[in-house]
């Protein structure tokens, strides 16, 4: 079996795969990862090969500590302005879920940033990321550790279900803290953008260096676009297998019978909070439902983030035929939540 605990032991084994070119997937506080030595290119294409990944999506590099980022970042490329940004931001957001964008340097392989001249760097705050990092005596490229486009695994069961035995050390570190993929922010340009909204809110990152754009990720088709600055955001992603359809808390509530997807009768409702299942409980309720699950009771968008991927997986294994979601509010965690949500929305 190739899932283990994370003990001292299995941690060294885990050390010494990536050494010898191997894969490990391994717990962070957003989603497990399916790491690589990010120097060894041979070891980085088993990692598309395995999550069936496409060459134009590059990968993250985790590091162990802020000095790190030199091992994978050109410093010389980066202006003075953007590199207090940077600090201000990795010394009070790291260890944390924030992969900052930066002009890659020579020694990382084209196969990781899929041929751009920047790179995806973050420090994860996991206890058990960082061990392995440090005795792996490298840093780690890693993708979420799903098959691509479809559910990120918040334990390490999705990451068995989805990608067994083909990987050759999975570390059980239990649940993700945090459930949700880290922000990815680009600060390759004076104009510094959010391309990927994630488990640091935009609030947060604001608060640090002001006003940041967001990129509009909702690309019209999965086509390969090299000009889209993230390549890893196509439109259709995160999805789960069920057709998933979305609503807000006026729709539920409102019109009850307004799922997109009609005709379908093992229905799941996806709450984002109890008071619109409560309001919802005094409707006529005409779906049948055989599912109703809440993000987070008291509507905490932390609770629901850290939830979300973990109850859609359970829902896709349940023999459902449609999963009705409720929209969070758009603001701090609710807009990632809610970014996930509509890529993983397509009517099957
Ligand atoms: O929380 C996370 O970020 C997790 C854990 C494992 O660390 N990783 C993760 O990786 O979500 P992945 O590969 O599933 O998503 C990485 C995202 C993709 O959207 C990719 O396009 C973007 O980061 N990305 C990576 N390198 C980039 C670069 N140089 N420029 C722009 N976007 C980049
Ligand atoms: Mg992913």
């Not at 990795?90 to 890659?104: E, F, M, R, Y």
């Not at 993230?230 to 009850?256: D, M």
């Not at 019978?257 to 006529?284: I, M, N, P, V």
Request: aromatic letters at 4%.
């Amino acid at each position: 079996m190739n899932l283990l605990p994370v003990t001292g032991e299995s941690l060294e084994r885990g050390a010494e795969i990536i050494k010898n070119g191997g894969l490990v997937a391994f717990p962070t506080e957003t989603v497990y990862g399916l790491g690589a030595d990010a120097f060894n290119p041979q070891a980085l294409a088993k990692i598309f090969d395995v999550k069936k990944r496409p060459h134009f999506d590059p990968l993250i590099i985790h590091i162990a500590s802020p000095r790190a980022m030199e091992d994978a970042a050109d410093f010389s490329l980066i202006s003075n302005e953007t590199r207090r940004k940077l600090f201000l931001l990795t010394d009070n957001l790291w260890p944390g879920p924030l992969s900052v964008v930066l002009p890659k340097n020579k020694k990382i392989p084209g196969i990781v940033t899929a041929g751009l001249q920047t790179v995806a760097i973050r420090l994860p705050s996991n206890e058990t990321a960082l061990k392995l990092i440090s005795l792996s005596g490298t840093v780690i490229a890693a993708p979420s550790a799903n098959p691509f486009g479809s559910l990120s695994p918040t334990r390490a069961e999705h990451v068995r279900d989805g990608l067994g035995d083909k990987i050759d050390l999975i570390l059980d570190g239990g649940a993700c803290q945090i459930g949700i993929e880290s922000t990815v922010l680009d600060l390759t340009s004076e104009k510094i953008k959010i391309l990927r909204p994630g488990g640091t809110p935009k609030e947060e990152i604001e608060k640090l260096i002001g006003k940041v754009e967001s990129e509009n990720g909702n690309r019209e088709s999965d086509s390969d676009d090299q000009a889209f600055s993230s390549p890893g955001q196509l439109k259709s992603h995160y999805a789960p297998k069920t057709p998933l359809v979305l609503f807000n808390r006026e729709e539920i509530i409102n019109q009850p019978d307004s799922a997109r997807c009609a005709g379908r009768d093992r229905t799941a409702l996806l709450f984002f909070d109890g008071s619109t299942r409560d309001e919802w409980q005094k409707t006529d309720k005409p779906l049948k439902i055989a599912i109703i699950k809440v993000l987070s009771e008291n509507g905490d968008p932390l609770e629901a983030a850290s939830r979300l991927f973990e109850i859609l997986h359970e829902i896709d294994n349940s023999n459902i035929s449609q999963i009705i979601a409720q929209l969070a509010p758009q603001q701090g965690l609710g807009e990632a939540i809610n970014d996930r949500l509509m890529r993983g929305s397509v009517c099957k």
